[in-house]
């Protein structure tokens, strides 16, 4: 049984640094990709960046692309998210995922595991 937990959502300013963590049980070293999605009122759930079982290979959407680092701690079985120069339009709930195969990919429907979700606002 995999179970996700995210942490180190918050309330801050525009400009400001987050990191967002996922503590995992249950994935297998190595054999789960993983990945970030938000989702903002109103909007549907939109993929943030992902990462392979190993951790080699990454993937970011562009609107991140340049701000955001998905990292993952094998060892810790946690995958982290640091978050840059966040802008108000950054203000979702962050969801943590785990899916049964090992190379990275963006599709929501690829990942069977999902987190409960972390709060992030960004401020003006």
């Known amino acids: 049984q995999v179970q996700l937990v995210e942490s180190g959502g918050g309330l801050v300013q525009a400009g400001d640094s987050l990191r967002l963590s996922c503590s995992a049980s249950?994935?297998?070293?190595?054999?789960?990709?993983m990945a970030w999605f938000r989702q903002a009122p109103g909007k549907e759930r939109e993929f943030v960046a992902a990462?392979?079982?190993?951790?080699?290979?990454?993937d970011y959407a562009d609107s991140v692309k340049a701000r955001v680092t998905i990292s993952r701690d094998n060892v810790k079985n946690t995958m982290y998210l640091q978050m840059n120069s966040l802008k108000p339009e950054d203000t979702a709930v962050y969801y943590c995922?785990?899916?049964?195969?090992?190379?990275?990919?963006?599709?929501?429907?690829?990942?069977?595991?999902w987190g409960q979700g972390t709060q992030v606002t960004v401020s003006s």
């Open positions: 249950g994935v297998t070293s190595g054999r789960n990709a």
């Open positions: 990462i392979s079982g190993s951790g080699g290979s990454t």
């Open positions: 995922a785990a899916r049964t195969r090992w190379p990275a990919a963006r599709n929501s429907y690829e990942y069977a595991f």
